[in-house]
């Protein structure tokens, strides 16, 4: 036997594992699978390229509880180590950066990744564990070693009679970590991280039917038909799918192949995806992987958090911002890269350049997917358009790449359930909607039933009216505007359609300039200069007579700061403020004018205003009421 001190002359170097070296203290089962994984692939490697002499067989991982001992034990398959393995990788190689670790670590390990730094992976133990026992043969023909350490730099190694090749370790489990000796907190972890690591892992068995056995159906004395029972067998309870859809060829792949995994990621989602995009690259970095497209709500901040990140089909973290482009993190799905580090930190990520590169890569390929979905089968694209808008509307704002690529799929719906890209709807409307000053004016509204008699209005003038009505619009409207050539974006009810769309034609009014001003002094008095500004327009006398509207260029930063604006404090403290548009070729205008007594028309002013306020839904509370109640009075 021998007895000796790992190479390190600091000896609180355990207690320090136990503090700083993860936050989440379960994250020592994730590592010691994930080592016994390697060794059993490394051994399949060997075997394959001739340099290991042995069968590799059927190889798995095996989890075990031993509560009245207190002890958890995790059994491989694998390559195994000599005894003078043990003293190279676990004494010596582990703690060769330790000293070094102390010094720049101690105020911020935490975030450091410091496991993947100095090989201490299998040191993670010591954070639940009192005492670890390693028993382990290799594949070479030497004998079998145990070795031996209760949390001190003292180790014991010592060989050990196991035949069978591959590693056993044991934790014994320390009093302040017995969670870990609970079945079903194990089960829970093997299920967060190793749902889908690449060798077979058991934990335990389970009783299933027979499936070689067919239940006997006989007859009884009078004639009845009865049905033995299915016959159990008990077999290894395999908690993991050794090979998800992921780790595939996309041509290996049908479409219900694509849902069932889905359904394998998120058993509790019972809406289908919409669509995937299937990630496979190898140059200049690895990465595999399936994202999909799930219906969007339009509150933003609920679908994130769902994107699952492997290594090496080792669950790594399901908070992928820095990896994945934030637009697509109210995506599903799965990505798996080996150039990702298993523990890292936020800053770490954000300055990684093959990180970087993963983040630009899968930009381009969602670009790419989302453009040949839309050529392939546009009406399928169009019905799915409400559904997935947010994500294509947040990535044309925040990602410059994916905006230059979105012409080509982008969509721009209209009121009438039309669809244009922009380049379509640019070409439809340029003759009509181009004002006297040359710039393109393209209407849109944000809800079609508060806004029917403003689109009514432009659609009797033939011309065409989006429909944009998601929480960021404002945003990609502006955005839309400093990017494309001489356009602009105005709201159907941010003013009268023909001060929307100025031309050269001008509407003569029926008043003469002193009429006017009589008008416009008599309004002022009675309508609240705090909440509407007075605009006179002379239009078609069958147009309203009183139009209420709110200034486009306000209501927009308005909106902006309502959804992360930022630095426009100043217009979302300021009173909302409304235009009303009065048509001075109106009858209705005439007979206020013409109206004798000045309280006669001040009740003509004030119905006028609140049947114009009705429709923008701006009459509330006691004003509605006594409107309704003047209105039931006036039809007496």
Same mark, same amino acid.
Not at 280 to 294: A, K, S
Not at 556 to 562: I, S, T
Not at 618 to 627: A, D, P, R, S, V
Not at 631 to 636: A, D, L, V
């Given at each position: 036997?021998?007895?000796?001190?790992?190479?390190?002359?600091?000896?609180?170097?355990?207690?320090?594992?136990?503090?700083?070296?993860?936050?989440?203290?379960?994250?020592?089962?994730?590592?010691?699978?994930?080592?016994?994984?390697?060794?059993?692939?490394?051994?399949?490697?060997?075997?394959?390229?001739?340099?290991?002499?042995?069968?590799?067989?059927?190889?798995?991982?095996?989890?075990?509880?031993?509560?009245?001992?207190?002890?958890?034990?995790?059994? *491989?398959?694998?390559?195994?180590?000599?005894?003078?393995?043990?003293?190279?990788?676990?004494?010596?190689?582990?703690?060769?950066?330790?000293?070094?670790?102390?010094?720049?670590?101690?105020?911020?390990?935490? *975030?450091?990744?410091?496991?993947?730094?100095?090989?201490?992976?299998?040191?993670?133990?010591?954070?639940?564990?009192?005492?670890?026992?390693?028993?382990?043969?290799?594949?070479?023909?030497? $004998?079998?070693?145990?070795?031996?350490?209760?949390?001190?730099?003292?180790?014991?190694?010592? $060989?050990?009679?196991?035949?069978?090749?591959?590693?056993?370790?044991?934790?014994?489990?320390?009093?302040?970590?017995?969670?870990?000796?609970?079945?079903?907190?194990?089960?829970?972890?093997?299920?967060?991280?190793?749902?889908?690591?690449?060798?077979?892992?058991?934990?335990?068995?389970?009783?299933?039917?027979?499936?070689?056995?067919?239940?006997?159906?006989?007859?009884?004395?009078?004639?009845?038909? /009865?049905?033995?029972?299915?016959?159990?067998?008990?077999?290894?309870?395999?908690?993991?799918?050794?090979?998800?859809?992921?780790?595939?060829?996309?041509?290996?792949?049908?479409?219900?192949?694509?849902?069932?995994?889905?359904?394998?990621?998120?058993?509790?989602?019972?809406?289908?995806?919409?669509?995937?995009?299937?990630?496979?690259?190898?140059?200049?970095?690895?990465?595999?992987?399936?994202?999909?497209?799930?219906?969007?709500?339009?509150?933003?901040?609920?679908?994130?958090?769902?994107?699952?990140?492997?290594?090496?089909?080792?669950?790594?973290?399901?908070?992928?911002?820095?990896?994945?482009?934030?637009?697509?993190?109210?995506?599903?799905?799965?990505?798996?890269?080996? *150039?990702?580090?298993?523990?890292?930190?936020?800053?770490?990520?954000?300055?990684?350049?093959?990180?970087?590169?993963?983040?630009?890569?899968?930009?381009?390929?969602?670009?790419?997917?989302?453009?040949?979905?839309?050529?392939?089968?546009?009406?399928?694209?169009?019905?799915?358009?409400?559904?997935?808008?947010?994500?294509?509307?947040?990535?044309?704002?925040?990602?410059?790449?994916?905006?230059?690529?979105?012409?080509?799929?982008?969509?721009?719906? /209209?009121?009438?359930?039309?669809?244009?890209?922009?380049?379509?709807?640019?070409?439809?409307?340029?003759?009509?909607?181009?004002?006297?000053?040359?710039?393109?004016?393209?209407?849109?509204?944000?809800?079609?039933?508060?806004?029917?008699?403003?689109?009514?209005?432009?659609?009797?003038?033939?011309?065409?009216?989006?429909?944009?009505?998601?929480?960021?619009?404002?945003?990609?409207?502006?955005?839309?505007?400093?990017?494309?050539?001489?356009?602009?974006?105005?709201?159907?009810?941010?003013?009268?359609?023909?001060?929307?769309?100025?031309?050269?034609?001008?509407?003569?009014?029926?008043?003469?300039?002193?009429?006017?001003?009589?008008?416009?002094?008599?309004?002022?008095?009675?309508? $609240?200069?705090?909440?509407?500004?007075?605009?006179?327009?002379?239009?078609?006398?069958?147009?309203?007579?009183?139009?209420?509207?709110?200034?486009?260029?306000?209501?927009?930063?308005?909106?902006?700061?309502?959804?992360?604006?930022?630095?426009?404090?100043?217009?979302?403290?300021?009173?909302?403020?409304?235009?009303?548009?009065?048509?001075?070729?109106?009858?209705?205008?005439?007979?206020?004018?013409?109206?004798?007594?000045?309280?006669?028309?001040?009740?003509?002013?004030?119905?006028?205003?609140?049947?114009?306020?009705?429709?923008?839904?701006?009459?509330?509370?006691?004003?509605?009421?006594?409107?309704?109640?003047?209105?039931?009075?006036?039809?007496?």
């Amino acid at each position: 036997m021998t007895k000796g001190n790992i190479n390190v002359s600091v000896e609180n170097i355990f207690p320090l594992i136990k503090k700083f070296l993860y936050s989440d203290h379960e994250i020592f089962l994730r590592e010691l699978i994930s080592n016994a994984t390697d060794a059993t692939l490394k051994l399949k490697h060997l075997t394959n390229i001739g340099d290991a002499k042995v069968e590799y067989g059927d190889p798995k991982i095996e989890v075990k509880i031993d509560k009245e001992g207190k002890k958890l034990h995790i059994i *491989d398959q694998g390559l195994g180590m000599t005894a003078e393995e043990v003293e190279k990788y676990i004494n010596q190689v582990a703690f060769s950066g330790a000293e070094e670790f102390l010094d720049k670590y101690k105020d911020s390990a935490k *975030d450091s990744g410091i496991i993947g730094h100095f090989g201490l992976g299998f040191y993670s133990a010591f954070m639940v564990a009192e005492k670890v026992e390693i028993i382990t043969k290799s594949f070479k023909d030497a $004998p079998a070693a145990h070795w031996t350490c209760d949390g001190s730099p003292e180790f014991t190694l010592e $060989p050990s009679d196991k035949t069978e090749r591959g590693t056993e370790i044991i934790l014994h489990i320390a009093e302040d970590s017995t969670e870990f000796l609970e079945e079903s907190k194990i089960s829970e972890l093997l299920l967060k991280y190793n749902k889908f690591m690449p060798v077979s892992i058991k934990f335990g068995t389970k009783e299933i039917n027979d499936p070689e056995h067919e239940p006997a159906t006989t007859k009884d004395a009078e004639g009845k038909e /009865t049905t033995e029972p299915h016959r159990q067998i008990t077999v290894d309870n395999i908690i993991n799918n050794p090979n998800p859809a992921w780790t595939k060829q996309p041509a290996d792949l049908k479409e219900e192949d694509y849902t069932g995994f889905y359904r394998e990621l998120y058993p509790m989602q019972f809406e289908e995806p919409l669509f995937n995009i299937h990630l496979n690259v190898d140059y200049p970095f690895n990465l595999t992987g399936i994202l999909y497209f799930p219906k969007m709500s339009n509150d933003m901040q609920m679908q994130k958090d769902k994107i699952q990140l492997y290594q090496n089909q080792v669950f790594v973290t399901d908070n992928v911002e820095g990896i994945v482009p934030e637009f697509l993190t109210m995506l599903r799905g799965v990505i798996d890269s080996p *150039d990702i580090p298993l523990n890292v930190s936020r800053s770490y990520l954000q300055a990684d350049g093959a990180v970087k590169k993963i983040s630009s890569y899968i930009t381009r390929k969602v670009a790419d997917k989302l453009k040949s979905l839309f050529n392939a089968n546009r009406e399928d694209f169009e019905a799915k358009w409400n559904d997935i808008k947010i994500v294509i509307e947040y990535g044309m704002l925040s990602e410059e790449k994916f905006f230059e690529k979105a012409d080509a799929f982008a969509l721009y719906p /209209t009121v009438d359930g039309k669809y244009y890209t922009y380049e379509e709807l640019f070409n439809k409307i340029k003759a009509s909607q181009t004002d006297k000053d040359g710039k393109l004016v393209i209407l849109y509204a944000s809800d079609k039933d508060a806004q029917h008699s403003y689109i009514e209005s432009a659609k009797a003038k033939d011309y065409e009216v989006l429909l944009l009505d998601s929480p960021i619009i404002s945003h990609l409207i502006q955005k839309l505007e400093s990017t494309k050539e001489n356009i602009t974006f105005a709201r159907v009810d941010g003013d009268h359609i023909n001060n929307l769309i100025k031309k050269d034609e001008t509407t003569i009014s029926k008043l003469d300039e002193e009429q006017t001003k009589s008008l416009d002094e008599l309004l002022k008095e009675v309508i $609240p200069s705090d909440k509407f500004t007075v605009q006179l327009e002379a239009m078609d006398s069958n147009e309203s007579p009183f139009t209420i509207t709110q200034p486009e260029f306000m209501r927009r930063m308005k909106e902006m700061q309502a959804t992360g604006g930022g630095g426009m404090n100043m217009f979302g403290n300021m009173p909302e403020m409304y235009n009303l548009v009065v048509n001075t070729n109106s009858e209705l205008v005439s007979e206020i004018l013409d109206t004798k007594t000045k309280k006669k028309q001040e009740r003509l002013i004030s119905q006028s205003l609140d049947l114009a306020r009705l429709s923008q839904g701006l009459l509330k509370g006691e004003e509605l009421t006594n409107f309704i109640k003047r209105s039931y009075e006036m039809i007496k």
